[in-house]
């Protein structure tokens, strides 16, 4: 007999969240993300089941670290050849490639384990304000990016009726015994 109890492929739906990098602080951010990934904001979250969201992250180019870790920070890789290994500073990084410091924060904060490349592939990173994925957010952890994007709020009805629609595309599924969802 299954343990779940009620509509669990709902439970498990996936919520994109957008993230503005602007001015935040790189670690304090990249726990947020980070548990955003794994669900642990999600009543149903479980280490070893992947019910994370998606998170959108904007303005990359303009993290924050604190202290002189801009100067000191450094990241390293090695080539696989002798003498290989290669430094970047952060500052260099950020001015080349701002969506790798992001991402390593990210990565250095979930488990490791078989399901960090799969939640790391719902990150998507963007070192400025416009992205592709604009219809499918749904949560915005910055009130004031309400007025920048210019997304309405929605009225108790339309929350309903998105609920609705959610419900009735969830509703095709049907979850066995095995924990698998299996269309009805």
């Known amino acids: 007999m299954s343990q779940a109890i ?22 304090r951010m990249a726990t947020g993300i980070a548990t955003t990934l794994m669900g642990k904001h999600k009543p149903i979250y479980d280490p070893a089941s992947d019910c994370g969201d998606y998170v959108v992250v904007i303005n990359a180019k303009e993290v924050m670290v604190t202290g002189r870790k801009a100067e000191q920070k450094l990241y390293r890789h090695h080539t696989g050849y002798p003498g290989g290994l290669k430094e970047i500073v952060f500052k260099d990084l950020l001015e080349k490639n701002p969506e790798e410091i992001v991402r390593k924060a990210v990565s250095g904060m979930l488990p490791k384990n078989k399901l960090r490349d799969v939640r790391l592939n719902r990150l998507h990173i963007f070192p400025y304000d416009k992205h592709p994925y604009k219809e499918n957010i749904t949560k915005i952890y910055d009130k004031t990016l309400l007025d920048k994007f210019g997304l309405p709020k929605q009225t108790k009805s339309e929350k309903k009726k998105k609920f609705k629609d959610i419900k009735a595309i969830t509703s095709k599924f049907v979850s066995n015994n095995d924990g698998d969802d299996v269309k009805k």
């Not at 439970?11 to 602080?25: E, G, M, N, T």
């Open 6 to 27: 009620g509509n669990t492929a709902l439970a498990y739906a996936r919520v994109w969240h957008l993230v503005d990098a602007k001015q935040r602080i790189l670690g």
